[in-house]
């Protein structure tokens, strides 16, 4: 079981510019969450993922957007990046299975905005 | 909203030294509460959770206890080992957020040996 897998592991844009993250999730599950982390701070919620549709979304722009696959797979796009933007993004994957809904997180993308 | 109170750190302990990390937490309704740890330049880890009151969550010598009376959830340890230095998050999924995790700030420990 490969858990949650994200690409790519580092990124580095310059403000303006756009940048798309990806999170495969865990086999067997189907809910995908996307967390910020910034330095030295706690992951900040920005939405989740379960259907291919937007199920919950956290106090982030519209310039914060998502996608999910239908092999569960996800995305998450920044348009317009400020250098506010630089920071770990963490996806989570969890199972709608059962009455306890662990999330198993991956490594993150480090992205750095110049 | 919901929110957790994290004790502010850095946190550095000599190895076997006594560990406690204190989380408060304010939530509506009965949430799940979770330790979380993250290892220098890798992702969170589940530590242990406790889903409703007074229940222990426990593993790898970590405990803590869901107090609903004083909304706590402190995280504890008897004897420190170097390879616990890392960084620890308080979290809480309440009732109403569908399964959206809320941190605390985290605690980074340094064990000493």
Known sequence: ?114 | GDSVTQMEGPVTLSEEAFLTINCTYTATGYPSLFWYVQYPGEGLQLLLKATKADDKGSNKGFEATYRKETTSFHLEKGSVQVSDSAVYFCALISSGSARQLTFGSGTQLTVLP
């Open chain 1, 1 to 114: 079981d490969a858990g949650v897998t994200q690409s790519p592991t580092h990124l580095i844009k310059t403000r303006g510019q756009q940048v798309t993250l990806r999170c495969s999730p865990k086999s067997g599950h189907d809910t995908v969450s996307w967390y910020q982390q910034a330095l030295g701070q706690g992951p900040q919620f920005i939405f989740q993922y379960y259907e291919e549709e937007e199920r919950q979304r956290g106090n982030f722009p519209d310039r914060f957007s998502g996608h999910q696959f239908p092999n569960y797979s996800s995305e998450l796009n920044v348009n317009a990046l400020l250098l506010g933007d630089s920071a770990l993004y963490l996806c989570a994957s969890s199972s709608t299975a059962g009455s306890y809904n662990e999330q198993f997180f991956g490594p993150g993308t480090r992205l750095t905005v110049l």
